[in-house]
């Protein structure tokens, strides 16, 4: 009943940017937080960042600190990572999970491509 679909994603030299972007719909009661996670070929997925939708605090992986910055936008369901001094082990399929205040359930993006060559 809770559809996330994200945008942003592409191919980026590195020392670039890039901005994602996901959105939250259907029978949304209230978010209670969303996050980025992402998978590289042949690793698992891994935790990227998360943002509590009340306050706005934050919180990253240690491999993004001081380069990827997570944000929101509360009135349009919508959360944000922007991603800057992209490296080439930033490649990988960014995935976006939003959590539901109600039932606690969480719900996933359909990834978006995310790809640093030169």
């Known amino acids: ?12 030299q ?9 959105a939250a719909s259907g029978n949304i009661f209230s ?3 969303m996050a980025w996670y992402r998978q590289a070929p042949g690793k698992e ?6 943002i509590y939708w009340s306050g706005g605090s934050s919180y990253y992986a240690d491999s993004v600190k ?7 936008d509360n009135a349009k369901n919508t959360v944000y990572l922007q991603m800057n001094s992209l490296r080439p082990d930033d490649t990988a399929v960014y995935y976006c999970k ?4 109600t ?3 969480a719900y996933w993006g359909q990834g978006t491509q995310v ?3 030169s």
Do not use: K, M
């Not at 939003?98 to 205040?101: A, L």
């Open 115 to 117: 790809t640093v060559s």
């Open 66 to 72: 001081g380069r990827f910055t997570i944000s929101r």
């Open 98 to 101: 939003g959590i539901i205040t």
């Open 31 to 33: 978010i209670y937080a």
């Open 45 to 50: 997925r891994e935790f990227v960042a998360n």
């Open 1 to 12: 009943q809770v559809q996330l679909v994200e945008s942003g994603g592409g191919l980026v």
């Open 103 to 105: 039932t606690r359930a």
């Open 14 to 22: 590195p020392g670039g940017s890039l901005r994602l972007s996901c």
